[in-house]
């Protein structure tokens, strides 16, 4: 139909979700398989599976508002609002359970500026933002982790424990920078009073900024889904956005 965005033309995936057709089909696919499809109790939704996926992850992508997204994809705003609700959920990325041994966890803190306030505080960004505590594998560079959001004055080592990223990780070896202090992750080394650093401890620290260097690319890669610049959505909607943000992340990482 012309004028009207669907993800039966290939054209439109990649601009509106970040992913090409050949990964929002294996997308769509593993959805089906999780059940996404299954009919619902009520009125069945006009539009398939595909074309509901779509919509949400232009959501995410572009953050436009839903007033804004709906004539593109030729639906109401109360439609657009129901479906980002009921299918953003079935995005999120099913967070690892378990670890090998020898497994090198990444983890860090991103800010997210939110309109939300009940979720949210004034950060050192001067903005109201909830801290988002993120885990990267090392080697693969997917996230397994993503902690719930907790409000943006909270400091990282508070953070990384009130939003259950520490006891989804347990055990597993994992490095994160000079902010986490006592918290048993491996950090650099802090250089003494009046002093300096030994040669081993400054190779450890250069070693450990070049592996921590990767979470900070995969920051960089789940915001150009720009929703985590300025987020409009509400209570779980935010911490479902996440999610979903970062199994595309994953998606793609994978390709």
Same mark, same amino acid.
């Given at each position: 139909?012309?004028?009207?965005?669907?993800?039966?033309?290939?054209?439109?995936?990649?601009?509106?979700?970040?992913?090409?057709?050949?990964?929002?089909?294996?997308? %769509?696919?593993?959805?089906?398989?999780?059940?996404?499809?299954?009919?619902?109790?009520?009125?069945?939704?006009?539009?398939?599976? /595909?074309?509901?996926?779509?919509?949400?992850?232009?959501?995410?992508?572009?953050?436009?508002?839903?007033?804004?997204?709906?004539?593109?994809?030729?639906?109401?705003?109360?439609?657009? /609002?129901?479906?980002?609700?009921?299918?953003?959920?079935?995005?999120?990325?099913?967070?690892?359970?378990?670890?090998?041994?020898?497994?090198?966890?990444?983890?860090?803190?991103?800010?997210?500026?939110?309109?939300?306030?009940?979720?949210?505080?004034?950060?050192?960004?001067?903005?109201y933002s909830t801290n988002l505590q993120v885990v990267v594998d090392a080697d693969s560079r997917r996230v397994v982790v993503?902690?719930?959001?907790?409000?943006?004055?909270?400091? /990282?080592?508070?953070?990384?424990?009130?939003s259950g990223a520490k006891a989804a990780v347990g055990k597993t070896t994992t490095t994160a920078d000079g902010g986490y202090?006592?918290?048993?992750?491996?950090?650099?080394?802090?250089?003494?009073?009046?002093?300096?650093?030994?040669?081993?401890?400054?190779?450890?620290?250069?070693?450990?900024?070049q592996v921590r260097a990767r979470i900070e690319h995969v920051f960089a890669r789940m915001k150009t889904w720009k929703i985590?610049?300025?987020?409009?959505?509400?209570? /779980?909607?935010?911490?479902?956005?996440?999610?979903? %943000?970062?199994?595309?992340?994953?998606?793609?990482?994978?390709?």
């Amino acid at each position: 139909m012309a004028g009207v965005i669907t993800a039966s033309e290939p054209s439109w995936i990649a601009p509106f979700s970040g992913l090409s057709p050949r990964l929002f089909r294996k997308l %769509i696919t593993a959805l089906r398989r999780e059940g996404a499809d299954r009919a619902r109790p009520g009125h069945p939704w006009s539009l398939p599976l /595909d074309d509901r996926v779509l919509p949400v992850a232009a959501y995410w992508r572009t953050n436009l508002t839903l007033r804004q997204l709906a004539p593109l994809f030729r639906v109401s705003k109360s439609a657009a /609002d129901r479906i980002v609700a009921h299918t953003g959920p079935l995005l999120a990325l099913k967070q690892r359970q378990r670890f090998r041994k020898d497994t090198v966890l990444i983890l860090d803190g991103m800010l997210v500026p939110i309109r939300d306030h009940a979720v949210a505080e004034q950060s050192k960004n001067y903005r109201y933002s909830t801290n988002l505590q993120v885990v990267v594998d090392a080697d693969s560079r997917r996230v397994v982790v993503v902690g719930r959001p907790v409000p943006g004055n909270r400091n /990282d080592c508070k953070a990384w424990s009130e939003s259950g990223a520490k006891a989804a990780v347990g055990k597993t070896t994992t490095t994160a920078d000079g902010g986490y202090p006592g918290t048993g992750l491996v950090i650099p080394h802090r250089r003494p009073a009046g002093g300096e650093l030994c040669a081993w401890k400054r190779e450890h620290n250069r070693s450990h900024k070049q592996v921590r260097a990767r979470i900070e690319h995969v920051f960089a890669r789940m915001k150009t889904w720009k929703i985590l610049r300025d987020c409009r959505l509400k209570g /779980d909607g935010v911490h479902h956005a996440r999610l979903g %943000i970062a199994r595309l992340h994953n998606l793609l990482q994978a390709a």
